[in-house]
Nanobody, 130 residues
């Protein structure tokens, strides 16, 4: 059974930091792109940061680049999202998702406006207040 389980969300004040975790199981981590998405109220879901499960390379959307950093631990089959200097506009439900990697392309799931992912976590709430 495939599972992606997010943790680490919560309520924080603007300017603070949060670290999200996504622990996966049931698929070959090395063969997949594992990504962080978010969906704010009334907004479409957007890809934030993609992680290449094979080598840990990451690609971040420009809107969060410099504030959000992803990392991975292949031994734990997990990825992480370090979010710094949070702003109220970061308030959203954050999801972890995975898709089998197509050749060396590990950034399209986040770069494109829509990309069909194979598996999704249930998501968790991040709320940033001023």
């Amino acid at each position: 059974e495939v599972q992606l389980v997010e943790s680490g969300g919560g309520l924080v004040q603007a300017g603070e930091s949060l670290r999200l975790s996504c622990t996966t199981s049931g698929f070959s981590f090395d063969d997949y792109v594992i990504a962080w998405f978010r969906q704010a109220p009334g907004q479409v879901r957007e890809g934030l940061v993609c992680v290449n499960g094979a080598d840990g390379l990451t690609w971040a959307r420009s809107s969060v680049r410099g504030r959000f950093t992803a990392s991975s631990d292949n031994a734990k089959k997990s990825i992480y999202l370090q979010m710094n200097n949070l702003e109220s506009r970061d308030t959203a439900i954050y999801f972890c998702a995975a898709v089998r990697r197509y050749y060396a392309d590990y950034f399209s799931p986040c770069a494109r406006s829509y990309y069909k992912m194979d598996y999704w976590g249930k998501g968790l709430q991040v709320t940033v207040f001023s």
